[in-house]
């Protein structure tokens, strides 16, 4: 944290109405200040690099660049930034990617405003805040087989309506080569067919199929 006396924060969320929201409550606090809202990734990184906060709230769905884009960018360059993941999407996945991108903290929108007090001044005092429900959804994680970025762009073709030859033709292998990893990624998620391969990493956030 800076030497600063106060708690120097950065909003970034795409809903005005939240970034308002979360200001109102965190100025009401004799050490914490807002210096900045954002309300894209990219936005967030500028003001980051600018005000250079010491704790960043960052919701991880917003337009132009992810907040995990932004989450690795910013911690790319700033290996002790404070990043708080805040979500409304409960799947492990989401919050899996936000961890794993260099954030220091994951809270749920719907928390209450002293569970986010209390994450935002042990964060900024350099220590990691989970909560028990994001550590359950990481455990969860954690114990799920992966799949490879191979298989991922081949669930991506699947989830567009491609046949195997024609996944083959895009990725440039075999059709044998995009059976082997369609019966990989039917094994690891536990399904049964194509199509519950789609619903599963839909449900779970593996996958944006906007």
């Known amino acids: 944290m800076n ?6 924060i950065l909003v970034a969320d795409d ?18 200040t807002i210096v900045g809202q954002a309300g894209d990734g990219y936005e967030a990184i500028e003001i980051f690099r600018e ?16 907040g995990v884009a932004a989450i690795k960018i910013i911690c790319g360059e700033s290996e002790n930034a ?9 799947n492990d996945e989401n919050i899996y990617r936000g961890i794993k991108a260099g954030a220091k903290g994951c809270l749920f929108k719907d928390t209450e405003p002293d569970q986010l007090l209390e994450a935002i ?20 994680r954690k114990n799920q087989p992966q799949l490879s ?13 491609k046949s195997n030859q024609e996944i083959a033709t895009i990725l440039h292998i075999t ?6 990893h369609v019966n990989n990624i039917l094994a690891k998620l536990q399904v049964r067919d194509r199509t519950q391969a789609v619903l ?3 449900n779970r956030g593996i996958l944006d199929f906007r």
Not at 133 to 140: D, F, I, P, T, W
Not at 149 to 161: F, H, N, P, V, Y
């Open 51 to 66: 005000k250079q906060p010491d704790v960043v709230l960052m919701d991880l769905r917003m337009p132009k660049l992810s």
């Open 149 to 161: 970025d191979r298989e991922l762009e081949t669930l991506q073709l699947i989830a567009k309506g």
């Open 15 to 32: 809903h005005p109405v939240v970034r308002k929201g979360l200001a109102a409550i965190i100025d009401r606090e004799l050490d914490m």
């Open 175 to 180: 059709e044998g080569t995009v059976k082997f």
């Open 200 to 202: 599963t990493v839909m």
């Open 121 to 140: 001044r042990t964060v900024a005092y350099g220590k990691q805040y989970i909560s028990p429900v994001v550590a359950g959804k990481l455990k969860e």
């Open 82 to 90: 404070g990043i708080i993941v805040l979500t409304t999407y409960d």
């Open 3 to 8: 030497k600063s006396i106060l708690i120097r």
